[in-house]
């Protein structure tokens, strides 16, 4: 028998990714999801949708009694809007109502699942300027620092129930059918590319196949546990980014958004997402021998991109 994995906000981008993961590596997966209970398709595979509330237990327990592990992804986009109070109350409400969910669960659950993925961010490092950081760092300052913890923090109760845990803090992921891409890729396609406010900020990011499969990875450790780094080993800064972007799309990049303009636009979501500095390393995962598919940003952002960069 296949073992089974369930894994909330599995509709979302890193979800499709890790679910199609899994199902090659063998497993049985379950998209917990507010839709109605059955099969259906997701990117064209036949997956199996189990229906939740986001909130609360009820109606899925008896998928968490025997299920090898749950992946938690659940949250509402920290990038959809500027952040206002209610759009900051949604994203950390959406985040510890689901954690929550997932250790009633497992609490209720007769036979426990034996592993639960949490998902986090390398917000919770906050802006370190260009100190190097690894998950031994302290937590930083800041809306996503705060956000991050409490995150993190709602399902720490399954470990009293003798539940392996890890915390995954996901840097920014980059893939072809990311809204991200789509957006920075546009000013480039115009001739209007280049860096953010001051372009020497660190930029942290990882491909969405080395994201599926460093949790994949982390699934299957039975000897691992607590707080990884989900980041490829080679951060860049952000003129770097954008210069390589340029490169790949044979697009120059010279233009630069200026930091008061960002600040204008977009209030606080601006300094914590793109004029922030966080250079993290993935120490944990290359300790434990997890290999990058796509280790420098060159190699991700073709094959993202589709085209191939000019001699």
Same mark, same amino acid.
């Given at each position: ?105 497992? =609490?209720?659950?007769? /036979?426990?699942?034996? @592993?639960?993925?949490? +998902?986090? $961010? *390398?917000? !919770?490092?906050?802006? #370190? ?70 372009? =020497?900020?660190?930029? /942290?990011?990882?491909? @969405?196949?080395?994201? +599926?499969? $460093? *949790?994949? !990875?982390?699934?299957? #450790? ?90």
């Amino acid at each position: 028998m296949p073992k089974t994995v369930l894994i909330t906000g599995g509709t979302g981008l890193i979800g499709r990714a890790l679910a199609a993961r899994l199902q090659e590596d063998g497993y049985d997966v379950a998209i917990l999801t507010r839709r109605e209970s059955g099969v259906g398709l997701l990117d064209g595979r036949s997956v199996r949708f189990v229906h939740w509330t986001a909130k609360e237990a009820a109606g899925w327990v008896e998928e968490a009694k025997g299920a090898y592990g749950i992946v938690n992804l659940a949250g509402s986009s920290i990038a959809s809007g500027r952040w206002s109070a209610p759009v900051k109350k949604r994203i950390l409400e959406s985040r510890l109502l689901a954690g929550k969910a997932v250790s009633e669960a497992v =609490r209720l659950s007769g /036979s426990r699942p034996e @592993v639960v993925v949490q +998902a986090s $961010a *390398i917000g !919770f490092y906050g802006s #370190r300027g260009g100190d190097e950081v690894d998950e031994s760092s302290s937590r930083g300052s800041g809306f996503l620092a705060d956000v991050t913890k409490l995150w993190e923090e709602s399902t720490l109760e399954v470990e009293t129930l003798g539940v392996r845990r890890v915390i995954v803090r996901t840097a920014l992921v980059l893939a072809r059918e990311a809204e991200l891409i789509r957006r920075i890729s546009l000013p480039f396609k115009l001739f209007l590319g280049g860096s953010q406010g001051s372009g =020497r900020q660190w930029m /942290s990011w990882i491909h @969405v196949r080395d994201e +599926a499969g $460093a *949790i994949a !990875f982390l699934l299957g #450790r039975e000897d691992l546990s607590g707080v990884f780094n989900l980041a490829a080993p080679e951060p860049v800064r952000n003129s770097d980014f954008y210069r390589e972007l340029g490169r790949v799309m044979r697009r120059p990049s010279i233009l630069r958004t200026p930091s008061f303009l960002l600040r204008a636009a977009l209030g606080e979501m601006a300094d914590e997402l793109l004029l922030t500095s966080q250079r993290v390393m993935p120490k944990r995962l290359l300790e434990h021998g997890f290999s990058f598919l796509y280790p420098d940003l060159s190699s991700a952002l073709k094959e993202i991109i589709g085209t191939k960069v000019s001699s």
